[in-house]
């Protein structure tokens, strides 16, 4: 377990470039198994959950080519699938989400799709039902083995169908997409996610010869093709890696360019923190936070407090919930954070507690903010990351924290955030890492 030690209470200053985002390149990545040809995706973020499943794809066969540090050639013409059956992909398998997603692209191509239970943060039940009716409407044979937790979807041929999901399910939807696209027939998915992430996954397919229209809508329409050939394609930048720096350009007083942030794929983002009372602007595709002394929260129209919830994009992604909840402990004014999603993700609040926040934990949905204003910082202190989102935002807490904090279980965030400790010393961060022994 390595660790990070911060010296908080220093202003940053600079620019920042977001790296690729992490929930595209998850799906982009597994969506190279759906043809024999070669394909080029650039702007991989190099990150441990990306590079999981890079492995995991190179021990099923796929060829990788690295042709420089964010550039990758994938050729997927000789698949080993007995690899799926062992002992190994069990645990490989089992170590990341986005692994999930390996399942639509075989069972198309293959006939068989198989999965360990995969892993990605604990922060409450993660079911994926979503994604196996899906294949089943195909027609999928399903089979899941209760005490290996492994799950299988077996199928000669899949039929397009009509469906309409019982959840927006990202992952699920992107996994249903892959599968669909070399069904026989028409698919039409209603309820579909349409984050940018599954945007662009069917641009991508798309190039390499599918057909599928609604892209960016909630009703898509999929025509099935026979194969799909070789495509480039260049991964957006990470939207939550943006919110998060300007959360902590924010809570730290700072003065911060995020560079080419693609705004037009940011939907209530920038809007969101502006709700908090930030300020920022858009110059061509950056994003400029100006140093602020204070920022104060917008309550509703009537006078009566702000929530901010998540919801399926184009909703606010629940992934920038604890960033926004770390940044509202020294806004000016008061907020309720509704995480509706998740059932574990804001328990992390009793840290902030500790370093002086003033949160009530109002269950485990939700957690009224009652913003501080700068008149006092929060204190340094230990802690532990206990997921990627509560990791960054303790992190950035620790930066406005006078004093020196440690943040244990780094890879929490490392799985998410490239090289994070010296592009943030970069700008200006005091932050140290200590290396497990
Ligand atoms: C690898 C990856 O891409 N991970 C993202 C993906 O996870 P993932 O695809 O696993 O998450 P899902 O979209 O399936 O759902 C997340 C949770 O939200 C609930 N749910 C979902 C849809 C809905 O309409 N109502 C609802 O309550 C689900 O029951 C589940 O508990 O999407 C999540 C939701 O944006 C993000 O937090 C994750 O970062
Ligand atoms: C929850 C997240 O990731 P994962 O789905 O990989 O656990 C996230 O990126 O915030």
Known sequence: MSTFVIEGGHKLSGSITPQGAKNEALQVICSVILTPEKVTISNVPDIIDVNKLIFILGELGVKINRLNEDTYEFQADDIDLEYLESDKFKKDGSSLRGSIMIVGPLLARFGKGYIPRPGGDKIGRRRLDTHFEGFINLGAKFRYNTDEKFYGVEAEYLTGTDMLLEEASVTGTANIIMAAVLARGITTIYNAACEPYIQQLCKMLNSMGAKITGVGSNLLKIEGVKNLGGCSHRILPDM???????????????????KNVSWDNLGLIPRVFQKLGINLERRGDDIFIPEQENYEIQNFIDGSILTISDAPWPGFTPDLLSIILVVATQAKGSVLIHQKMFESRLFFVDKLIDMGAKVILCDPHRATVIGMNHESSLKATVMTSPDIRAGISLL??????????TIHNIEQIDRGYQNIDERLRAIGAKITRVAAN
């Open 240 to 258: 939550i890696e943006i919110g998060s720096w300007i959360g902590m350009a924010a809570m730290t007083k700072s003065s911060i360019t995020i």
């Open 396 to 405: 950035i807490a620790a930066l406005s924290a006078k004093g020196k904090s």
